[in-house]
């Protein structure tokens, strides 16, 4: 159902974040670049196996920050190339073979926990992670959506205010994975949020399109649910436009993810939010975590074996 669009910045107020966060980055390495963040040459091959696993390790981060092991913490990552599902996607009658095409010409699939339906993961796509330790008041899971989009919102604006301004967050009919908390310039989607709850902390995503080309990533989204519903009609699937996604790039915002992630670190500094990176939280304390880690590894098995039948 859509919901009457509004400006993700009158929400500031309604939540905030802690002072102090870490950083966990996840961003596959371009041409001729060392590592980034907390990216080692083995744990980037390994992600570009298995889209699972930056849920997973998001599973294993919320544990450990709702255990107080780790602070309240930030991930961006990205993947080179896959699709996520959403658990209703996978029940459509011909989904097995919809994900085995996609899987053919290269693009990895998975079906995900965190709610909502399938989108596109690669190269030109920001996920944000806000991980926190659930506070003993009561919850509002829509003051979280707001925050993350006031914080996404203030990110565009760091380097391009006009775009920022621009910026509305509503239901985007005929988009994929469509939601109350898009966020779109001119009734294009670049950005969806979504949830997921564990019983002592949790933690809020989002994913935000900054290069290449909306429709496309639209078509192919639009293409899996076609061949996924094998003609059957009045199906439960997003039924998806692909003009109704742009870039960011596209609508006038940042031209590229490091321009994007710049901004948003930026952005938290404007907020008087201290960031830690994690491999100094790794120097003072020994915590550390990666994809290649076992438990990281055993929590994608268990999230396969549950959610992909």
């Not at 006031?150 to 775009?163: G, K, M």
């Not at 491999?279 to 975590?289: Q, W």
Request: aromatic fraction near 6%.
């Amino acid at each position: 159902m859509s919901t009457e669009q509004s400006k993700p910045g009158e929400y500031t107020e309604m939540s905030c974040l802690p002072q102090q966060m870490v950083l966990f980055e996840h961003l596959p390495l371009k041409k001729g670049e060392g590592s980034i963040g907390t990216v080692s040459a083995e744990s980037a091959a390994t992600e570009l196996s298995d889209v699972l696993l930056p849920f997973a390790y998001e599973e294993a981060l919320c544990r450990d920050v709702g255990l107080g092991h780790v602070p309240p913490s930030l991930h961006l990552w990205s993947h080179p190339g896959g699709v996520a599902l959403g658990l209703r996607d996978s029940k459509l009658p011909c989904a097995r073979s919809a994900m085995q095409k996609l899987e053919e010409q290269g693009i990895r699939t998975a079906v995900r926990h965190s709610g909502g339906a399938a989108v596109p993961l690669d190269a030109g796509v920001v996920n944000i992670s806000l991980i926190l330790p659930k506070s003993r008041g009561k919850l509002d899971f829509h003051d979280d959506f707001r925050l993350l989009a006031s914080l996404i919102t203030e990110a565009v604006a760091v380097t391009h205010p006009l775009a920022a301004a621009r910026i509305e967050a509503g239901e985007i009919t005929h988009s994929y994975c469509p939601g109350d908390f898009d966020l779109a310039i001119g009734g294009r989607k670049f950005c969806g949020i979504a949830q997921r709850r564990q019983s002592q902390a949790y933690f809020v995503h989002a994913f935000v399109i900054i290069e290449g080309s909306g429709r496309q990533r639209g078509e192919m989204i639009r293409s899996f649910y076609e061949d996924a519903a094998c003609g059957v009609q009045g199906l439960s699937h997003p039924d998806v436009h692909p003009a109704t996604i742009g870039g960011l790039g596209e609508l006038g915002g940042p031209e590229t993810t490091e321009i994007f992630i710049s901004g948003m670190k930026q952005a938290l500094l404007q907020r008087g939010i201290t960031v830690k990176p994690a491999s100094v939280l790794a120097e003072e304390t020994g915590y550390s975590l990666e994809y290649g880690d076992s438990r990281v590894l055993e929590t994608a098995r268990v999230l396969r074996e549950r959610y992909a039948n």
